[in-house]
């Protein structure tokens, strides 16, 4: 691959053509820090709460995601070093839009009027399974 000109310190961008299908398939990997220090892994409670999040955000996502997937579009969340990392790719130049969808899910999470919320009982029981899991792997949660 080859970095393209209009990359700076904070943003890269990749090209590689696809000489096999010659279909524009399209990668977007961004990385959002959170606070000033590692807070998704600075401690057992804030590496808990990130994965917690993690859960009930794909969970209120579901929907966008197998509409995406039906575009054959994907996204995926998960706990980095910084903060969380989001990963989008797909064949679409609907792919930006399914960016806005995700980003914006996120960013609103669990305030009033946002369309990514979760119910208290949905809560408890992604909680629960959490939980499970952490004693499962013989972690006190």
Known sequence: ???AKCSTEQFKLWCLHDRVFLHPKTSIVLNLIWGPTNTSISS?????????FIILAADALTDVAYLASMAELEYGLQKSDAGFRLRF???SEKLLSLVDIVLAAIFTFGQPGSECTTSPAQYEVQRETLARSYRNA???S
Do not use: C, T, Y
């Open 1 to 3: 691959p080859q970095l």
């Open 138 to 140: 013989g972690i006190k």
């Open 44 to 52: 057992p409670k804030h590496a808990a709460a990130s994965d917690l």
């Open 89 to 91: 790719s797909g064949f």
